[in-house]
């Protein structure tokens, strides 16, 4: 088996009439190399620092291309992908909705690019310029955003040219739900959770079908983004003995039977805070991330 690795980002800027607009591409990527785990955030701004977000979080557009994979049986795709749009709808406690839009032209489509639609599409030759010979990359999400933080448009993009996908276990393949529900988090405006059994963790591997289902931790990031009532929060700080900050830490809260409910990043005053939570005990125990991190 080939080990899993981190996903890297990249980022950009173009022009839309007189209102300037920036890209962050989110990926789940298979090739192994040193990094630090990352824990659940929001996709931030690179330079405001303020978190990415639809302005209508209720009726968010989606289509997903009709032609699919060229490893899959015409249609093979779509139960896969509405499977995984049903997990992210399925959260309770949030007014973020997907909506899929079912209109054959509409599926016929290929401009992924265009502002007016938001597409899941499979890039059998590298039209996207995403996906290089050689790239390391199973899927990625470009995300469109204003300086305020608004998405302007985002779509999902299968390495098709690079990798195999199946809907039924094939050996070495990639499935197609498991990382589905991975980059609608993304699409949704969640960043990586450092918890391995989360749908948004950033390592994909071929025998990897656990991602399909969401995690608390991915539910309790959603609430954090699109709010529907008033949920629970934990914050403090990190210090060592001498009393400097823990930088970076991931911070874990664990409910009272054991289960992991949600995490965060600490930033670099060692302040945390970890939201969408419900009401109840928790315990929480922190990572330090400051060290090298080895592939062991």
Same mark, same amino acid.
């Given at each position: 088996?080939?080990?899993p690795?981190?996903?890297?980002?990249?980022a950009?800027?173009?022009?839309?009439?007189?209102?300037?607009?920036?890209?962050?591409? @989110?990926?789940? !990527?298979?090739? @192994?190399?040193?990094?630090? *785990?990352?824990?659940?955030?929001?996709?931030?701004?690179?330079?405001?620092?303020?978190?990415?977000?639809?302005?209508?979080?209720?009726?968010?557009?989606? =289509?997903?291309?009709?032609?699919?994979?060229?490893?899959?049986?015409?249609?093979?795709?779509?139960?896969?992908?509405?499977?995984?749009?049903?997990?992210?709808?399925?959260?309770s406690?949030?007014?973020?909705?997907? =909506?899929?839009?079912?209109?054959?032209?509409?599926?016929?489509?290929?401009?992924?690019?265009?502002?007016?639609?938001?597409? !899941?599409?499979?890039?059998?030759?590298?039209?996207?310029?995403?996906?290089?010979?050689?790239?390391?990359?199973?899927?990625?999400?470009?995300?469109?955003?204003?300086?305020?933080?608004?998405?302007?448009?985002?779509?999902?993009?299968?390495?098709?040219?690079?990798?195999?996908?199946?809907?039924?276990?094939?050996?070495?393949?990639?499935?197609?739900?498991?990382?589905?529900?991975?980059?609608?988090?993304?699409?949704?405006?969640?960043?990586?959770?450092?918890?391995?059994?989360?749908?948004?963790?950033?390592? *994909?591997?071929?025998?990897? !079908?656990?991602?399909?289902?969401?995690?608390r931790?991915?539910?309790?990031?959603?609430r954090?983004?699109y709010?529907?009532?008033?949920?629970?929060?934990?914050?403090?700080?990190?210090?060592?003995?001498?009393?400097?900050?823990?930088?970076?830490?991931?911070?874990? @809260?664990?409910?009272?039977?054991?289960?992991?409910?949600?995490? @965060?990043?600490?930033?670099?005053?060692?302040?945390?805070?970890?939201?969408?939570?419900?009401?109840?005990?928790?315990?929480?125990?922190?990572?330090?991330?400051?060290?090298?991190?080895?592939?062991?």
């Amino acid at each position: 088996m080939t080990p899993p690795g981190p996903a890297p980002e990249r980022a950009g800027s173009r022009q839309a009439g007189s209102r300037p607009r920036h890209l962050l591409a @989110a990926a789940s !990527i298979l090739l @192994a190399c040193a990094s630090a *785990v990352l824990a659940h955030v929001r996709l931030i701004h690179p330079s405001s620092g303020s978190a990415l977000r639809w302005s209508s979080p209720g009726n968010i557009g989606v =289509v997903i291309q009709s032609n699919g994979s060229d490893n899959l049986v015409a249609g093979e795709h779509l139960p896969a992908l509405r499977s995984a749009i049903r997990s992210w709808n399925d959260v309770s406690g949030t007014t973020a909705a997907l =909506v899929e839009n079912t209109n054959p032209s509409q599926m016929a489509r290929t401009d992924w690019a265009s502002d007016d639609i938001h597409m !899941i599409l499979f890039d059998e030759v590298n039209d996207s310029d995403f996906f290089p010979a050689g790239s390391g990359t199973v899927a990625i999400t470009p995300v469109w955003f204003y300086s305020n933080g608004v998405i302007a448009d985002a779509d999902i993009l299968f390495n098709g040219q690079g990798f195999n996908f199946t809907t039924s276990g094939q050996g070495g393949a990639f499935d197609v739900e498991d990382v589905g529900a991975h980059e609608l988090g993304h699409l949704l405006g969640l960043d990586h959770s450092g918890w391995a059994g989360a749908t948004m963790y950033p390592y *994909v591997d071929p025998t990897v !079908i656990l991602h399909r289902s969401l995690a608390r931790d991915d539910a309790h990031g959603l609430r954090d983004a699109y709010p529907a009532g008033s949920f629970a929060s934990l914050g403090g700080s990190l210090e060592r003995g001498a009393g400097s900050a823990v930088a970076g830490a991931h911070v874990v @809260a664990v409910d009272s039977a054991g289960r992991t409910a949600g995490a @965060a990043l600490a930033n670099a005053a060692g302040d945390f805070l970890i939201r969408g939570l419900d009401g109840g005990s928790y315990a929480l125990y922190a990572t330090p991330l400051d060290n090298p991190v080895t592939d062991a």
